[in-house]
Structure formats: structure tokens, C-alpha cells
């Protein structure tokens, strides 16, 4: 027989006469990596690789989407305590991106997918996630109370929120079904309360910026994971919960 008690999230447990301790930073223990669907994860706290600033966030997916950045001007700052990343685009276009000739070149999300993105913007008018290569590849907080997705085949599918702010510091798990319908999660909470049909290729190989220098991320970034093909209630639940507590 076995008894425990839990204090927040750790847990004492009694078996026989043996006592053992362990804690539970996540409920349940769930990992992004616990989903084959896993396409790439930039970890907090893990991966990071700095010079001046960040040069490297390697992802822990397995797949080798590492986002690196050998320019220190444009090196991200980072938070050893936090895990965040700060970009700073006063001084200069701060950004991580795929290495050049890095195979695949892109991310490429051409049916359901789930997004979540743990961050603390500081500006609007700026890309989150988005593209080097392509010209029309982005996650943008538009304005403050508009989140932009945008691709070749729709064009500009904007979602305004039913309250709160995009530079709001917050939690957010985007997600496509395979019938394309798209919905934004802030919180937790749908948020608008309506899903948006979304169709197209969404192609990601850069966190921060799109096409080099245009609409640069400002603000802090403290984890991005990407899943491919699985846009299940099981995951939306487990992500959430596990950016909550970041």
C-alpha cells in the first residue's frame, strides 16, 4: 500500500517503510516530446547557446530545426533565471533563423498543426514567427487587439480578440484542424471565442523577424513548440497547461 500527500506540486509518498520525494513541475509529467506529432520545440531554459547574446536555440524535437543567429548585433539577449529572450530591435534587426542551406529550409505546416508560444510583447506591428525565404510567412501581432496570420493562399486572415491585449504577457496556442479551422487560445481561453478558416502552407524558419530585417519581434520569448498534423483536445489541454507555468 501506498500513501501520499501533495504540497503544490510536491508530492511525499510513503510505501512501506521506505519514504521517497520527487516533484512534479508539470502535471501529469506530460513533455512535448511525449507527441510523435512533435515538429520542433525551443525550450525554455534548454538549448541555448550564447556569445554576445543568444547565437543558438537548438531544437529539442529530434527534427534539427535549430534557429541560430552568428551576427552578435543581432543576437537576442537572455535570462538565465527566466529562460527569456529578449528581442531588441532599437539598435538592430534581433532575430534567430534557420542557418543558411539548413535542410529542410522550412518548417512546413500544410495541414492541422498546434502552435504554442509563451511570450511578453513590448510592441505590435510585429512577427512572432515567420519566414526568411518566403515573402507572405507570418504569426504578427498586428495591432493591439488584432493577431494577423498570413500565408500565399489566404492572405491577411486577422483574429481580434474579444478582450484582453496582444502585448498582453501571456500564453497563446494557435490551432488548425484538418478541415482548416483555425482558432487562437490566449490563456487558455479561446480568445475570440470563433474559429477563422485558415487554408495554405504555413512555411516557418525564423522567431522574430520575417524576410531578414521586416517587422521585428520586441519583447520577450520564453518557449516555442510546433506540432504537425495533430490538433487533438488532449494536446491543446496538455500545452496549455504546460505554458501556464512558465
Known amino acids: ?75 537576442p539577449a537572455y535570462n538565465s533565471d527566466s529562460g527569456a529572450l529578449t528581442f531588441d530591435p532599437s539598435s538592430d534587426t534581433q532575430n534567430l533563423a534557420f542557418a543558411g542551406g539548413a535542410s529542410p529550409s522550412n518548417i512546413t505546416l500544410d495541414a492541422a498543426f498546434v502552435i504554442g508560444i509563451k511570450m511578453n510583447p513590448a510592441a505590435v506591428s510585429t512577427v ?49 484542424d484538418g478541415s482548416n479551422n483555425t482558432t487562437i487560445y490566449k490563456d487558455g481561453v479561446a480568445n475570440p471565442s470563433s474559429s477563422v478558416s485558415v487554408t495554405g502552407t504555413f512555411d516557418i524558419n525564423a522567431i522574430g523577424v520575417r524576410r531578414t530585417d521586416l517587422n521585428p519581434f520586441d519583447g520577450t520569448v520564453k518557449e516555442v513548440v510546433i506540432f504537425k498534423g495533430d490538433s487533438s483536445t488532449s494536446l491543446i489541454r496538455d500545452l496549455n497547461d504546460r505554458l501556464s507555468k512558465l
Request: avoid cysteine; charged fraction near 15%; aromatic fraction near 12%.
Open 1 to 75: 500500500t501506498s500513501t501520499y500527500w501533495s504540497y503544490g506540486t510536491s508530492y511525499i509518498i510513503m510505501l512501506g517503510l521506505g519514504i521517497g520525494s520527487y516533484n512534479t513541475q508539470y502535471p501529469g509529467g506530460w513533455l512535448p516530446s511525449d507527441e510523435s506529432s512533435l515538429e520542433a520545440w525551443y525550450q525554455n531554459k534548454v538549448g541555448i547557446t550564447t556569445e554576445t547574446g543568444v547565437s543558438q536555440w537548438a531544437d529539442q524535437s529530434g527534427n534539427g530545426h535549430h534557429m541560430v543567429q552568428a551576427d552578435t548585433g543581432e543576437q
Open 128 to 176: 512572432v514567427l515567420g519566414s526568411n525565404a518566403l515573402a507572405n510567412e507570418m504569426f504578427k501581432l498586428q495591432t493591439g487587439s488584432i493577431m494577423r496570420l498570413k500565408n500565399d493562399s489566404a492572405g491577411n486572415k486577422d483574429f481580434t480578440l474579444d478582450s484582453g491585449d496582444t502585448k498582453d504577457d501571456a500564453y497563446w496556442v494557435i490551432v488548425r
